[in-house]
């Protein structure tokens, strides 16, 4: 009996002690968690539109780049990104998409032109696909694709295609063999989003 | 386990364990490395070794565990009820992953989101609970720091080979760095930053280190 209540005591102020110990660890590093995640979020809208930014920069020195480069706007229910660069250049504007993906969600930022035309640039901070296969869509390579893709067919339908079989066309990117199901998944998420913007424009 | 005659309770008056701290240091990082002779955690040393990066990175966590790990229990080793010794013992594992976990996401952001569960999963490493099972228990605090940082090394090592060889050959690179002329005209394996590059990597260091070894350890078996 004396030994259970022993066991008992050591097992509350060990669990106690661990506890606390882990308390503390969490709310010191809080902040700075707080700011990785604010960073990286600001980072993904950057290079969505892609502002220029130095490469290894500090997550004070990003939010610094994004407060100056970017403008935030509220259209209707969405956020807009906007990137209004001094000098010639052309600005971008972004917003946030979100989708299911194959295996959990998929989320990110896609960036159009200021007209809303052609998709500027897009990318995902948050997804779980098949890696090696689905994953690569974080791959710049693939995210490159993207650049330059018209929002509209043709024959002027909104909408693009990732497809890796079939005819060029002006909105359609070639998407990852053997990621068919992610592929399919982000389209329409893609197409989702668009259809939103062009929505909310009119 | 082949350490139990390491288990002594004479060795403190010594000095820093009468010559058993070097005896300790050499099996865990040596002659019983967790990884090429047990095979123990290898769950993590296929995921994490794609890049030298995240080897070292997983390597200095098993290390920094299984030292504050193998401290603690071996300091609360009279006090433990014996009953719920594993317990305690996991408790404590998973207060120092936690710590270095919350560390990496504080300060090296990157460098988490790569490891990502791994580091968390370092709790249900083998290697750690084996050593605070086999070792700690029975051992002075002193001596179980020496196993703790043997067997963290010999962790850590493996799996630094792994990753070198791994990012070396699928991508032309080591530690994110081009190699001058050599990575011009090699075209990176791609097969090897995969999963079963790491089996390859894997299957081959444990080949050569057992070679190098000898045949004595299967007559031990």
Known sequence: ?202 | MADQQLACATCQPKGLCGGKGILTLKEGAWANNPLSIQVLGICSALAVTNRLENSLVMGAAVIFVCVGSNLIVSLLRKRTPHRIRMIAEVAIIATFVILFDQFLKAFYWDMSKQLGPYVGLIITNCIIMGRAEAFALQNPPILSIVDGVANGIGYAVVLAIIGFFREFLGTGEILGHTIPVFSKWYTPNQIMILAPGAFFALGIVIGIFNWIKGPETEEKK
């Open chain 1, 1 to 202: 009996m004396k030994g259970n209540v022993y066991t008992l005591i050591y097992a509350a102020v060990l669990g106690t002690i661990c506890a606390l110990v882990l308390t503390f660890a969490a709310s010191f590093t809080a902040p700075y968690k707080k700011a990785n995640a604010e960073a990286e979020e600001v980072e993904n809208i950057l290079m969505a539109l892609n502002v220029p930014m130095p490469e290894d920069v500090s997550s004070e020195k990003l939010v610094e780049i994004y407060n100056k480069n970017v403008q935030e706007q509220q259209r209707g229910d969405i956020t807009t990104y906007i990137y209004k660069p001094t000098g010639a250049a052309e600005g971008a504007l972004a917003v946030r998409f979100a989708g299911p993906g194959l295996w959990g969600p998929i989320k990110g930022f896609l960036a159009l032109d200021p007209t809303l035309t052609e998709i500027r640039g897009i990318t995902f901070y948050e997804q779980e696909e098949t890696p090696g296969l689905g994953g690569e869509i974080v791959k710049e390579s693939f995210r490159d694709k993207f650049v330059g893709t018209s929002i509209r067919d043709q024959a002027g339908n909104l909408g693009i295609i990732i497809k890796t079989a079939g005819q060029e066309a002006p909105n359609k990117v070639d998407g990852i063999s053997g990621a068919t199901m992610t592929c399919d998944k982000v389209q329409q998420m893609l197409n989702e989003a668009i259809g939103s913007i062009i929505e909310e424009k009119q």
